[in-house]
């Protein structure tokens, strides 16, 4: 037979100081208990808040045909009449029209403003234009923008420049 070696502070068993299987249940059962009671104290003080708000909803004006009692109701034929923006009711298939809508309008030709004239092109087409024409570019530092009055001063010393006789060269003296 094997002998059974004991180490020190080693007892066979369990300590009784442990806890027991009874506690546990006990708190599992008031736990289910405690939810239960917080779920129906919710539920009662909502329907609580919705009589009462039902009972003191403003009163409409008395030009409006009142169709229902509860103005919260809304029918799915009355949603166009509220303003802008309004709730979303599937957003997926809502985001992806307004991308649909988005895509064809960048990629179609179409007016902008008609009566100024300025068009929409395709961006591929926009793309293409640019490469072949380029970018406006900016003046040079020091270099002054073409104006009016720069123009007209530059014509100015170029018909000043014609009226006078060619000056003599030096060498010719």
Known sequence: MAEQVKHEGETAGFEPQDLGSHAVYVFLGALAAGTILVAVVLWGLYHAMDAYESKHQPSQSPLVQQTQADTRDVSPNEINTFPQPRLEKNERLEINQFRLREEQTLNSYGWVDQEAGVVRIPIDRAMQLIAQ???????????????EVNVVNQTAQGADAANRP???????R
């Open 133 to 147: 024409r380029g970018l406006p570019t900016t003046p040079k530092s020091g270099s002054v923008p073409p104006s």
């Open 166 to 172: 060619p000056a003599k060269d030096k060498k010719q």
